[in-house]
């Protein structure tokens, strides 16, 4: 209410002082009456310059009176001065009686006030003007503009728009509100930056339990791919020793060989069941994967200096994962400093071999060197049928898989994940097609 105060107490001051102004040039302009005195000396004066020779139309310039020239008391031009109360003098110079020396002074008084009263009433409606004027800023600076700050400020609020801060000026009538608004806005921006930031932990979570409960799952699989593959042999040459040779073999003989195949058979049904079990967890995570993917490009990736023997480790573990496709280390990788991240670097890894075992199935073949003295190159090479040329291009987008793998299960994801992992590590990725399919991973060095 300060702000409509001063507003007040201003438009009092103008007002105050227009009156005064007024009030002071009309009493300049006041007519105080005829002095006689002055129009006594006035008339000598006129006489003097008379009989020096002054002709009438000078002596009436000079002291502003009209000279008539006539011996009638009573004449027609004389008679509008007595109706308008003029002074009329007798001009008689030396004694002798000419006619009339008359001062309109009446009219020329009114003429003075009309002039002062327009001028007055011209400067009156200019200060008023300018006063609203004034008091249209005013009320537009202290009222208005505030409002105006607050309805953009809340549709950019409506919009999400939480970066853009709520002006706060020092004689804001809305001062106290304003700094709640900005204030409240504060709070939501940190509450949505905690709410992306949560979101951000969760995707990475997910991810990362992803890749740490796949990873052995496959190794699960794998294990239960070779067991059962053990098992079935053992149970045939069970089979085919029971049926040549039960003929010559005691009944005793012939029950342990029988109970000896149930025994494998019932391992078998164990490990059939263990391997359903494990393709049931891996489609499970599959699917949490892909629920989570769609804001998977905001999980962080921090590369950090790291011994390349590490990523030939990574190679060296994977050997031994039970799998039929061998790998095979063609040299040893140049020992220096890299940047990577460890983790995204092992899923890389295990992405583009797994890939190569799912469905090239041959042996891979992997070698190390160096380009350009910046990057080291890992070249990944299996010896399958390769990928067909109309979907070379596309094998690295989001959820695209090729024509020929529809019968493999999975969500096309794996090499998008390598090329979006070797981005963020400052490297690069490469692949194509030379009698099988090749990938070239660039990492950079230190």
Known sequence: MKQISRIAFLFTIL???????????YKKNDYKGRDMAYYNDCLISIYS???????EEEIESKYNCEIIFSKDVVSTELTKYYSSGALILDFAPDGEYLGKAVWDDVNEGLII????????????????LALGYVLLFLVWFFLIRP??????????????????????????????????????????????EREIEAGVAKKEMVAELSHD?????????????VLDMKYRRKLQMLEQAEGVEAGRETDSEAKNVSDEAAEVKDTLEKVAS????????????????HATLEELDRIEVNPVE?????????????????????????????????YFDNLRMEQVIDNVIGNSRKYAGTDIHVSFDEVSGSYIRIRISDSGPGVSEDDLPLITEKYYRGSSVKDKNGYGLGMYLVKLYMEKQGGGIEYYNNNGFTVELLIKKV
């Open 147 to 192: 409002v105006t700050e607050l309805n953009n400020f809340s549709a950019e609020i409506a919009k999400g728009n939480l970066d853009v801060p709520l002006p706060r000026h020092k004689h804001n009538l809305f001062g106290g509100f304003t700094e709640s608004f900005d204030i409240m806005r504060e709070e939501l921006k940190a509450a949505r």
């Open 274 to 289: 263990m391997s359903a079990k494990a393709e049931t967890v891996n489609s499970l995570m599959n699917n949490v994967v």
């Open 15 to 25: 007002m105050v002082a227009a009156l005064l102004i007024l009030i002071s040039g």
């Open 49 to 55: 310059d008379y009989s020096a020779g002054l002709s």
């Open 113 to 128: 006030i009309q002039s002062y009263t327009r001028k007055s009433i011209v400067i009156f409606w200019l200060a008023v």
């Open 213 to 225: 409960i796949k990873t052995p799952i496959a190794t699960i699989q794998a294990t239960c791919e």
């Open 306 to 338: 790291n011994s390349s023997d590490i990523i030939e480790e990574y190679f060296n573990n994977m050997k031994n994962s039970g799998s039929d496709s061998t790998i095979i280390l063609d040299n040893h990788i140049p020992r220096c400093l890299v």
